[in-house]
């Protein structure tokens, strides 16, 4: 999955601080050299790699450590601020507009997943309880329309069509006029995708954004085209002018490097990420959220709002905060797999799980599989194991009763004993680095 690669070239990069108790200009190098060669072989492009690293060498060297932090844990902490930086610091929000509907036009090159995420969007706004409208205005291609019309269905907002004859800015203001007419509160303008820029698209763009005044002007990009992307969205600006971009196919096999240079290279924000194909799979861009990601620690905010969503019991949310606060025990871990039914998906829960966001599709089959096994070698432990974790760890006559008791290998016993132990390490770090109360001065 995205990321992967990264995380794991980053922590490399992290062990070569391992024995070192300071980070110095000497020592900084090689780990350096590593986030460098990370950022680039995830298609970041040579100049922001390069400011990336100088800015993090810069901040790291010489920097006042509370006590108890590791030169490893410092730096990634300044490495985590630096991407969450480049990223844009913030969730960029969509912006309203005060009077009348507000107008949100699309654009992009074919195929980038234009259309799905008008359907996305369009999701989206009506669970914040807006009312929406669709206009179809890619007269090119009959079949684009028809496609914004079925999405459009089963989302269960209308869309506005004038087929295949009429000029796209009129119908882009005949549309804004039945969204007044039906008071719709945003309108989503779907333009025609064409295979390269040309000045067609981006006279015709100019045209429709006359005609509407749109509030926003959202690009979509392909994640998979890497610094492309974030180019096509700087270009794309110049010309037009936009006010974000929604980057797609972010669950896909990308080196991720678009994620990381859009806003850096255009000055325009990533505002939405698609992660799927489905109508749900689209996502606020928390740089924060992602820059955790990057570095292996899972995303357990979206996981937390993810649950919520799923209307699940004040229970759930529970254990969600339990995992965050590095206490989580076995009767959670029994819980959680209760809430990861109610998820839907085992791998749309663990793809947010600390430790365990870069599973391949087969470890996520075998982890399947597993929670059987985890859930019967839990029932054999007793109250008080279950809340000391570490009994387990130092005993192997413990282990041996258990896996008696329950039908298991002591083996299949040590390996879900580990499984705690390594999310309450990711855990531990997780806090310990990002949140504000082992900040270190001058971060934060
Ligand atoms: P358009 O030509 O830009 O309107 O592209 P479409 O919306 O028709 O999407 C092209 C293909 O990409 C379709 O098969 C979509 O299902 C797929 N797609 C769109 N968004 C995503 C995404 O976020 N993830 C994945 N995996 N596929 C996507």
Redesign the pocket.
């Known amino acids: 999955a995205v990321f992967d690669q990264l995380s794991i070239s980053l922590e490399n990069a992290w062990k070569k601080l391992a024995n070192e108790d300071k980070i110095t200009s000497d020592n900084i190098k090689e780990p350096m050299k590593e986030v460098r060669r990370a950022l680039l072989e995830a298609d970041v492009s040579l100049p922001v790699a390069r400011r990336f690293v100088t800015n993090v060498q810069s901040k790291a060297i010489g920097q006042e450590v509370a006590k108890g932090v590791k030169p490893q844990q410092q730096l990634i902490k300044v490495v985590a601020d630096e991407l969450k930086a480049l990223m844009g610091l913030e969730l960029a929000p969509l912006v309203y507009s005060r009077i009348g509907p507000t107008v949100i036009l699309l654009a992009?090159?074919?195929?980038?997943?234009?259309?799905?995420?008008?359907?996305?969007l369009a999701l989206y706004l009506k669970k914040q309880d807006k009312k929406v409208l669709m206009v179809a205005t890619?007269v090119y291609r009959p079949a684009?329309i028809d496609?914004l019309v079925t999405l459009g269905k089963q989302v269960d907002v209308p869309v506005f069509e004038m087929g295949t004859t009429a000029k796209p800015p009129e119908i882009a203001r005949k549309g804004l006029a039945e969204a007044k007419r039906i008071k719709a509160d945003v309108v989503l303008v779907?333009t025609a995708?064409r295979l390269q820029i040309n000045k067609d698209m981006m006279n015709e763009l100019k045209e429709i954004k006359k005609a509407v005044k749109p509030t926003e002007i959202l690009l979509?990009v392909?994640?998979m085209t890497g610094q492309e992307a974030a180019g096509l969205v700087a270009s794309f600006n110049q010309e037009v002018g936009i006010t974000g971009a929604i980057l797609?196919?972010?669950?896909?096999d990308s080196r991720g490097g678009a994620a990381l240079s859009v806003k850096e290279v255009s000055g325009k924000p990533i505002k939405f990420?698609?992660?799927?194909?489905a109508m749900t799979?689209?996502e606020p861009f928390y740089p924060e959220r992602m820059a955790q990601r990057i570095l292996g620690m899972g995303d357990v905010l979206t996981l937390v709002e993810r649950a919520e969503e799923a209307m699940m019991t004040e229970e759930s949310a529970r254990i969600a905060e339990r995992m965050m606060s590095a206490k989580f025990d076995f009767t959670d871990m029994l819980k959680q797999t209760e809430m990861i039914a109610r998820f839907g998906s085992m791998s749309a829960f663990l793809k947010l799980m600390p430790g365990m966001n870069k599973l391949s599709n087969t470890e996520i089959r075998e982890a399947e599989k597993n929670a059987k096994t985890m859930r019967a070698v839990i029932h054999s432990m007793t109250v008080d194991e279950r809340a000391k974790p570490d009994l387990l760890a130092s005993s192997p006559s413990r282990r041996r009763r258990i896996a008696k008791g329950c039908g298991k290998t002591e083996r299949q016993v040590s390996e879900v004993i580990q499984q705690l132990f390594t999310m309450r390490a990711r855990m531990q770090n997780l806090s310990a680095i990002m949140s504000g109360k082992t900040a270190m001065p001058g971060m934060g």
């Open positions: 992009g090159l074919q195929g980038v997943g234009k259309t799905t995420a008008a359907g996305k890619d684009a496609q779907d995708g979509v392909d994640a797609t196919k972010l669950d896909g990420t698609g992660e799927g194909e799979a689209l």
